[in-house]
């Protein structure tokens, strides 16, 4: 019982600090989303084109081999 009891107040004292700063680590989290999101207002376009192959030489020949383009 008495572990249980301490359990849940070490518990509650770990999240005490979080509890006054939910407000602003949700602002903090948009803006960072908001920063990492490729289609924002103002940002430029961009191309990006990948060769995908197989590493391991038994492989090369498999024919297994293709491109991925980002537009």
Do not use: C
């Amino acid at each position: 019982m008495y572990r249980q009891w301490l359990i849940t107040a070490l518990a509650a004292l770990a999240a005490w600090p979080t509890l006054g700063h939910a407000e602003n680590l949700a602002k903090e989290v948009k803006k960072a989303v908001e920063r990492s999101t490729l289609d924002q207002p103002g940002t430029k376009a961009f191309h990006l084109r990948a060769t995908v192959a197989p590493s391991f030489e038994r492989d090369k020949e498999s024919g297994r081999t293709g491109e991925v383009e980002i537009w």
